[in-house]
Nanobody, 121 residues
Framework: QVQLVESGGGLVQPGGSLRLSCTAS????????MGWYRQAPGKQRELVAV???????NYADSVKGRFTFSRDNAKNTVYLQMNSLKPEDTAVYYC???????????????WGQGTQVTVSS
């Protein structure tokens, strides 16, 4: 099994910053891509940012220029630096990845437990 453990959420004022981290652990053979999604109350889960091991990254239009995704392949860890936070960024942020346990295994989709980000004055 693959476990995704997130950290770094919290309460911040508008215009503030937070940094989220997510580490994948387990007997992992391959893992790619890794990314962040978020879900606000009453809304569908949406992509925030996703990156491949090769360095390609995609962002939601709503966070471009404010959020920065980074990845440490050696540690199977991804980060999301969130600057200039707005109240509409309030959501539960989930880490996500596709991984397989052996070279012959099926690629499976994994989710973290989620971390709450609240932007409010």
């Amino acid at each position: 099994q693959v476990q995704l453990v997130e950290s770094g959420g919290g309460l911040v004022q508008p215009g503030g910053s937070l940094r989220l981290s997510c580490t994948a652990s387990g007997s992992i053979s391959s893992i790619n891509p890794m990314g962040w999604y978020r879900q606000a109350p009453g809304k569908q889960r949406e992509l925030v940012a996703v990156g491949t091991s090769g360095g390609s990254t995609n962002y939601a239009d709503s966070v471009k220029g404010r959020f920065t995704f980074s990845r440490d392949n050696a540690k199977n860890t991804v980060y999301l630096q969130m600057n200039s936070l707005k109240p509409e960024d309030t959501a539960v942020y989930y880490c996500n990845t596709m991984a397989r346990l052996t070279a012959r295994d099926t690629w499976r989709n994994y989710w973290g437990q989620g971390t709450q980000v609240t932007v409010s004055s």
